[in-house]
């Protein structure tokens, strides 16, 4: 049985319940976290608080927790759900609170309502191209809102886009701006491999500045033998790339091997992506 926390106190998760006037029930008026933990050892730990403060404050979510109180309180929970023995991701959800009447503006004096909770996830998967999890995904126009760095809990514009990947029958649905410009999945950031170099949209207000996707991006630039580039990536180099990734704290770093039932590259797991995978393995662990 899951033990969960909500507001201040550990319960099995069955237990757990927030009010139906909850700010986050009725408006999707919050902030969450998904932090992977393999064995105890957390990836990303920091940076993920760090973005869930900021997250917090862009909409004006009083949660006077730092940074250390949000570190204790997760090794904690992951601590109450025998996290050292097995594999573990925690949610972290912050919305602003129940009020007592439904009414769009941010209300005053009302208390976040802070809930966390574990689930399983499965080990990572092998440094290895021949045994690997492969992708297949599709492509739509990105249909989402405009702040897209924000990670909301107001989630129906990306489930309305992986359902449409999912009911097509692949994993994924990559999306693309009314330029034609990559942004990132509907769950996940993206990679493409031209030419042996490692590509991926610029950060900015379409896409979610992903905790894995910078892992990648440092790790990378800190071994140096794969070159690494920021910068807009039209649908077209997409399409014709070597090799395609999608990134997330549940995939880590995923090879995609086709698109719109078309083969990415030569339709198997590329070389780039073994050995970027083996530098972000040997250092996931850094960020913490």
């Known amino acids: 049985m899951s033990i969960a926390y909500l507001n201040g106190e ?11 006037l909850d700010r ?31 997250g917090l404050g862009s909409i004006e979510i009083k949660c006077n927790k730092s940074v250390d109180e949000w570190k204790e309180l997760l090794d904690e929970v992951i ?14 959800h912050v919305s602003r609170g ?6 769009h503006a941010y209300p005053e004096n009302v208390e976040p309502t802070i809930f966390c909770f574990t689930f399983a ?37 990306n489930v309305m886009h992986f359902q449409q990947g999912y009911a097509s029958g692949n994993s994924e649905c990559l999306l693309y701006n009314d330029k034609n410009e990559l942004t990132e999945g509907s769950s996940v950031n993206a990679f493409i491999v031209k030419d042996g170099v490692v590509v991926t949209p610029i950060q900015d207000n379409q896409i979610l500045p992903g905790i894995t996707r910078r892992i990648i991006i440092d790790s990378l630039k800190a071994d140096g033998s794969i070159p690494v580039e920021e910068r807009t990536v039209t649908m077209d180099e997409v399409l014709n790339a070597d090799e395609v990734w999608i990134s997330s704290s549940s995939k880590e770093i995923a090879p995609v091997v086709k698109i ?29």
């Open 10 to 20: 550990y319960m099995a998760l069955e237990e757990a319940r927030i009010s139906p």
């Open 24 to 54: 986050g029930f009725l408006f999707g008026d919050g902030i969450y976290e998904v932090i992977p933990y393999y064995g105890g050892k957390s990836v990303g730990l920091i940076p993920h608080i760090e973005r869930m403060i900021d």
């Open 79 to 92: 601590a109450r759900n025998d996290g050292a023995n097995q594999n573990l991701g925690v949610y972290v």
């Open 98 to 103: 129940a009020d007592t009447k439904r009414f």
């Open 121 to 157: 996830i499965k080990e990572p998967e092998p440094v290895d191209r021949e045994k690997v999890t492969a992708y297949s995904v599709t492509t739509t126009q990105d249909l989402r809102w405009k702040r897209c760095h924000i990670k909301s809990t107001a989630l129906l514009g």
């Open 260 to 288: 719109d039932d078309k083969p990415v590259g030569d339709g198997k797991v590329g070389p780039v992506w073994e050995k970027a995978f083996g530098i972000y393995t040997a250092a996931k662990f850094d960020h913490s």
